[in-house]
């Protein structure tokens, strides 16, 4: 089993592990009614061939990958640190995601 990011240091107690799929988003989305309550989600590709490699490079900027791996945009823009929503149902990203995996540039 593979964890969707282990350089991510913030995680307390929410892990999100994969094994035969090709990594391509994380994010961590507040939600509005609880105080620093989160959803994590993944996104993943099924992998063609048993050989085929996973995602390695981190991406921060949304400009940089295809729009259809992107994140729903009524979560809002990426946000860096903690973020506490003010209203019950406000939801948007928080701890510095979303975040992209894309193939090595090397």
């Given at each position: 089993?593979?964890?969707?990011?282990?350089?991510?240091?913030d995680?307390?107690?929410?892990?999100?592990?994969y094994?035969?799929?090709i990594?391509?988003?994380?994010?961590?989305?507040?939600?509005?009614?609880?105080t620093?309550?989160?959803?994590?989600?993944?996104?993943?590709k099924?992998?063609?061939?048993?050989?085929?490699?996973?995602?390695?490079?981190?991406?921060f900027?949304?400009?940089?990958?295809p729009?259809?791996?992107?994140?729903?945009?009524?979560?809002?823009?990426?946000?860096?640190?903690?973020h506490?929503?003010?209203?019950?149902?406000?939801?948007?990203?928080?701890?510095?995601?979303?975040?992209?995996?894309?193939?090595?540039?090397s």
């Open positions: 089993m593979l964890d969707i990011d282990p350089l991510e240091k995680r307390w107690c929410e892990y999100i592990f094994r035969g799929l990594r391509q988003g994380f994010a961590r989305i507040t939600h509005g009614s609880l620093d309550t989160e959803m994590q989600v993944g996104k993943f099924i992998k063609q061939s048993p050989d085929e490699a996973d995602n390695s490079e981190r991406v900027e949304a400009d940089n990958v729009e259809r791996l992107r994140f729903p945009q009524r979560f809002g823009e990426r946000r860096n640190g903690h506490y929503a003010r209203f019950f149902l406000d939801h948007v990203y928080h701890m510095d995601t979303p975040r992209w995996f894309i193939p090595s540039r």
